[in-house]
C-alpha cells in the first residue's frame, strides 16, 4: 500500500515562514518598481531643439520651473530661464560646441544655488561656487539660491557705523557706512578698481569679511587683482568670484547674485560684509546678449526691459539686518565704467538711480596725476555722513565746499593775470589740500593719521611749505602724531569728539615735524615766495 504524502511535504511553499519571506521580497520589489516609476515621472527629460553661444532651447520640458537648473551632456549645466508652452529656454553655464541637437536634457528638481560659508574665505571660485584655485573642494555650510528676495523693510536697521575705506578723499569727503550702497564710475583706466582693493585692503583688522566679484574682466586683469589680495595677506578674509569675459554670458550673469547670496549668509550670522561687483556694465552687456539670443523684446540702447530690474534686486539686498535677525551687514561697491564721462547714459543713469551716492573718477585728473582722481564736486554720499566719525566731521565739515570753490577758482584764475591777495591766499591752501588729498595706490592710511593731515592742511600748518614737499612733509605729520599721541588716537578711534585741546596738541605735534623737515625762518620765506619751483 503506497505511503501518501501531504501537500506540505511536496509543496515547500506551503511552508508559512518561507511564504511569508517570499512576500516580504515581493512587496520590497514592487516598491522599488513603484519608486522608480515615480522618479521617471518626476524627472521628465527633453531634447534640445537648438543651441546658440550662451543659450539653448529645449521641447517636451513640462512642468519645469523657472530659474530651474538643468543638466545636459558634458556635465553642462543650464537654467531654465524662458518657460513658454511648448518650449523652454536655457542660458548655459559653460562651453556648448560639444552640444547638438536632440541631446538630453534633464531637470534637477532644483533651482540654482551656491554654496555659502565662511569655508569659502580664502578660496578664488566660479559663479557656481566651483574651485578654481587648485586647492581641492570648497569647504560649505549650507546650500543658497542665488536668486533671493532682499530683506523687507523692517527687517533693516539704519545704517550706524562707518565702513573705512583708507583713501582720504573718500573717507572724508564721501564716507560710506556699512550696509550701504555706493557706486564707483568713470572711463576705463582711471582707478575705479584700485579704490575698491583698498577698501578690501583697509578691512584686514576691521573684522569686515569681504567678497571680490570679477565680471567680464580680462583674465590677467583678475589674476593680477588676486596676487594683489594674496601679497598682502588680504586672501585670509575674502573670497573671489570669478567669471572672465571668456567664461559663458550665463556664469557673468549670475555670478554677481551668487556673490550676494554668500554675502547674506555671512551677514545673517552677524558679520559685516563688503562686496564689489566689478563691474555691472559688463554684467548688463552679457545679460543684454542672452536676452537677445532668447528672442526678448529690445528696449533702449537694445537693453530689455527689465535691465533696470536686475540691478535693483541685487543693491536692494545690500542692508544693515535687524538685531534679531543676526544684527550683520552688507555693504555694496558696484563699480561701472563710462564713457566719455556719460553719466546720464543708460546704465549708469539707471544705478545712480539705485544705489546711495557716487564715486566719480575722470581721466582728467588722472592724467594731470591727481591721484586718486576722484571728483569731488561731482561725488556724493547720501547716507555716510551719518555715520562719519566725530573727528572727521570736525575737521572736514567744510573742506568739501571748500575744496570745490577752490577748483572753479583755480579754472578762472587763468584767464587773469592780477589777483587780490585773499584771492592768492585761497589758491595756495587749495593746492596744498589738493596735494595731502593725493595717494598713492594700496597705501591705505588709519582714521587717526587721515585726521592729523587734514587738520594739519586746515589749520595752515603747510601753508609755507613748497608744494612739491607737501606730501613728504604730511608723511612726517602724520608719522609724529601717531608716535607722540597714542592715546589721543584711541580716542578718534572711540568715535570721541575732537575737542580744542586736542585740536590744539595735535597742531603742535604737526608744526613741530614740520619744522623739523622743512627748516623754518629764511627757508620757509624762501619756498613761499618761489623758491627753485615756487608756490605754484
Same mark, same amino acid.
Given at each position: 500500500?503506497?505511503?501518501?504524502?501531504?501537500?506540505?511535504?511536496?509543496?515547500?511553499?506551503?511552508?508559512?515562514?518561507? $511564504?511569508?519571506?517570499?512576500?516580504?521580497?515581493?512587496?520590497?520589489?514592487?516598491?522599488?518598481?513603484?519608486?522608480?516609476?515615480?522618479?521617471?515621472?518626476?524627472?521628465?527629460?527633453?531634447?534640445?531643439?537648438?543651441?546658440?553661444?550662451?543659450?539653448?532651447?529645449?521641447?517636451?520640458?513640462?512642468?519645469?520651473?523657472?530659474?530651474?537648473?538643468?543638466?545636459?551632456?558634458?556635465?553642462?549645466?543650464?537654467?531654465?530661464?524662458?518657460?513658454?508652452?511648448?518650449?523652454?529656454? &536655457?542660458?548655459?553655464?559653460?562651453?556648448?560646441?560639444?552640444?547638438?541637437?536632440?541631446?538630453?536634457?534633464?531637470?534637477?528638481?532644483?533651482?540654482?544655488?551656491?554654496?555659502?560659508?565662511?569655508?569659502?574665505?580664502?578660496?578664488?571660485?566660479?559663479?557656481?561656487?566651483?574651485?578654481?584655485? *587648485?586647492?581641492?573642494?570648497?569647504?560649505?555650510?549650507?546650500?543658497?539660491?542665488?536668486?533671493?528676495?532682499?530683506?523687507?523693510?523692517?527687517?533693516?536697521?539704519?545704517?550706524?557705523? %562707518?565702513?573705512?575705506?583708507?583713501?582720504?578723499?573718500?573717507?572724508?569727503? &564721501? #564716507?560710506?557706512?556699512?550696509?550701504?550702497?555706493?557706486? &564707483?564710475?568713470?572711463?576705463?583706466?582711471?582707478?575705479?578698481?584700485?579704490?575698491?582693493?583698498?577698501?578690501?585692503?583697509?578691512?584686514?583688522?576691521?573684522?569686515?569679511? =569681504?567678497?571680490? =566679484?570679477?565680471?567680464?574682466?580680462?583674465?590677467?586683469?583678475?589674476?593680477?587683482v588676486i596676487s594683489e589680495l594674496a601679497g598682502r595677506g588680504a586672501m585670509d578674509?575674502?573670497?573671489?568670484?570669478?567669471?572672465?569675459?571668456?567664461?559663458?554670458?550665463?556664469?557673468?550673469?549670475?555670478?554677481?547674485?551668487?556673490?550676494?547670496?554668500?554675502?547674506?549668509? /555671512?551677514?545673517?550670522?552677524?558679520?559685516?560684509?563688503?562686496?564689489?561687483?566689478?563691474?555691472?556694465?559688463?554684467?548688463?552687456?552679457?545679460?543684454?546678449?542672452?536676452?537677445?539670443?532668447?528672442?526678448?523684446?529690445?528696449?533702449?540702447?537694445?537693453?530689455?526691459?527689465?535691465?533696470?530690474?536686475?540691478?535693483?534686486?541685487? /543693491?536692494?539686498?545690500?542692508?544693515?539686518?535687524?538685531?534679531?535677525? *543676526?544684527?550683520?551687514?552688507?555693504?555694496?561697491?558696484?563699480?561701472?565704467?563710462?564713457?566719455?564721462?556719460?553719466?546720464?547714459?543708460?546704465?549708469?543713469?539707471?544705478? &545712480?538711480?539705485?544705489?546711495?551716492?557716487q564715486v566719480l573718477l575722470t581721466p582728467e585728473l588722472f592724467h594731470k596725476g591727481?591721484?586718486?582722481?576722484?571728483?569731488?564736486?561731482?561725488?556724493?554720499?547720501?547716507?555716510?555722513?551719518?555715520?562719519?566719525? %566725530?573727528?572727521?566731521?570736525?575737521?572736514?565739515?567744510?573742506?568739501?565746499?571748500?575744496?570745490?570753490?577752490?577748483?572753479?577758482?583755480?579754472? @578762472?584764475?587763468? @584767464?587773469?593775470?592780477?589777483?587780490?591777495?585773499?584771492?592768492?591766499?585761497?589758491?595756495?591752501?587749495?593746492?596744498?589740500?589738493?596735494?595731502?588729498?593725493?595717494?598713492?595706490?594700496?597705501?591705505?592710511?588709519?582714521? #587717526?593719521?587721515?585726521?592729523?593731515?587734514?587738520?594739519?592742511?586746515?589749520?595752515?600748518? @603747510?601753508?609755507?611749505?613748497?608744494?612739491?614737499?607737501?606730501?613728504? $612733509?604730511?608723511?612726517?605729520?602724520?608719522?609724529?602724531?601717531?608716535?607722540?599721541?597714542?592715546?589721543l588716537c584711541g580716542a578718534i578711534l572711540r568715535g570721541e569728539k575732537l575737542e580744542?585741546?586736542?585740536?590744539?596738541?595735535?597742531?603742535?605735534?604737526?608744526?613741530?615735524?614740520?619744522?623739523?623737515?622743512?627748516?623754518?625762518?629764511?627757508?620757509?620765506?624762501?619756498?613761499?615766495?618761489?623758491?627753485?619751483?615756487?608756490?605754484?
Amino acid at each position: 500500500m503506497t505511503k501518501k504524502t501531504s501537500h506540505a511535504q511536496c509543496c515547500p511553499i506551503g511552508d508559512s515562514s518561507l $511564504a511569508q519571506g517570499l512576500r516580504t521580497s515581493f512587496e520590497a520589489m514592487a516598491k522599488v518598481l513603484r519608486e522608480r516609476e515615480t522618479g521617471l515621472v518626476s524627472r521628465r527629460v527633453g531634447k534640445l531643439a537648438s543651441i546658440d553661444h550662451g543659450v539653448a532651447r529645449a521641447l517636451d520640458l513640462h512642468g519645469t520651473r523657472a530659474e530651474e537648473l538643468l543638466e545636459l551632456p558634458g556635465n553642462l549645466y543650464g537654467m531654465a530661464y524662458n518657460v513658454d508652452e511648448h518650449e523652454v529656454g &536655457i542660458i548655459l553655464f559653460g562651453d556648448s560646441e560639444h552640444l547638438s541637437a536632440g541631446d538630453i536634457v534633464v531637470p534637477t528638481g532644483r533651482v540654482v544655488s551656491v554654496p555659502v560659508g565662511r569655508g569659502l574665505l580664502g578660496r578664488t571660485v566660479d559663479a557656481l561656487g566651483r574651485p578654481l584655485d *587648485g586647492l581641492g573642494a570648497v569647504r560649505h555650510e549650507r546650500i543658497l539660491p542665488v536668486e533671493r528676495s532682499a530683506p523687507a523693510i523692517m527687517d533693516r536697521l539704519p545704517v550706524t557705523v %562707518p565702513l573705512q575705506t583708507g583713501t582720504k578723499v573718500v573717507d572724508a569727503l &564721501i #564716507p560710506i557706512g556699512r550696509g550701504q550702497r555706493e557706486l &564707483i564710475l568713470g572711463d576705463r583706466q582711471t582707478g575705479k578698481t584700485t579704490i575698491a582693493l583698498d577698501a578690501i585692503l583697509n578691512q584686514a583688522d576691521s573684522g569686515v569679511l =569681504c567678497i571680490y =566679484c570679477a565680471v567680464g574682466k580680462r583674465t590677467s586683469a583678475v589674476a593680477k587683482v588676486i596676487s594683489e589680495l594674496a601679497g598682502r595677506g588680504a586672501m585670509d578674509y575674502t573670497v573671489v568670484i570669478v567669471a572672465t569675459e571668456e567664461d559663458a554670458p550665463g556664469l557673468q550673469w549670475i555670478a554677481p547674485y551668487a556673490a550676494a547670496s554668500m554675502g547674506e549668509h /555671512l551677514m545673517a550670522a552677524g558679520e559685516d560684509v563688503l562686496v564689489v561687483f566689478d563691474d555691472l556694465t559688463r554684467h548688463a552687456r552679457a545679460y543684454r546678449e542672452l536676452s537677445l539670443l532668447l528672442r526678448r523684446p529690445p528696449g533702449r540702447e537694445a537693453y530689455p526691459g527689465d535691465i533696470f530690474y536686475i540691478h535693483s534686486r541685487l /543693491l536692494e539686498r545690500s542692508t544693515h539686518l535687524a538685531e534679531d535677525l *543676526g544684527g550683520g551687514s552688507l555693504t555694496a561697491l558696484p563699480i561701472i565704467e563710462t564713457e566719455a564721462q556719460q553719466v546720464s547714459a543708460y546704465i549708469p543713469t539707471n544705478l &545712480i538711480s539705485i544705489t546711495d551716492g557716487q564715486v566719480l573718477l575722470t581721466p582728467e585728473l588722472f592724467h594731470k596725476g591727481i591721484l586718486p582722481a576722484v571728483d569731488v564736486g561731482r561725488s556724493v554720499s547720501r547716507v555716510g555722513g551719518k555715520t562719519q566719525l %566725530p573727528a572727521y566731521r570736525a575737521v572736514a565739515a567744510d573742506l568739501r565746499l571748500a575744496y570745490s570753490q577752490f577748483v572753479e577758482l583755480e579754472s @578762472f584764475a587763468r @584767464f587773469g593775470t592780477r589777483l587780490d591777495e585773499e584771492t592768492k591766499r585761497k589758491l595756495a591752501r587749495g593746492r596744498r589740500v589738493r596735494e595731502v588729498l593725493k595717494q598713492m595706490q594700496h597705501t591705505t592710511l588709519g582714521v #587717526p593719521e587721515q585726521i592729523a593731515a587734514l587738520l594739519a592742511v586746515n589749520e595752515g600748518v @603747510f601753508d609755507n611749505v613748497d608744494v612739491s614737499r607737501v606730501q613728504a $612733509a604730511e608723511k612726517l605729520v602724520r608719522k609724529a602724531v601717531r608716535e607722540e599721541l597714542p592715546e589721543l588716537c584711541g580716542a578718534i578711534l572711540r568715535g570721541e569728539k575732537l575737542e580744542s585741546e586736542a585740536r590744539h596738541r595735535i597742531r603742535a605735534v604737526a608744526e613741530q615735524a614740520v619744522s623739523g623737515k622743512s627748516g623754518t625762518g629764511e627757508e620757509n620765506s624762501k619756498n613761499a615766495n618761489g623758491g627753485s619751483r615756487g608756490v605754484a
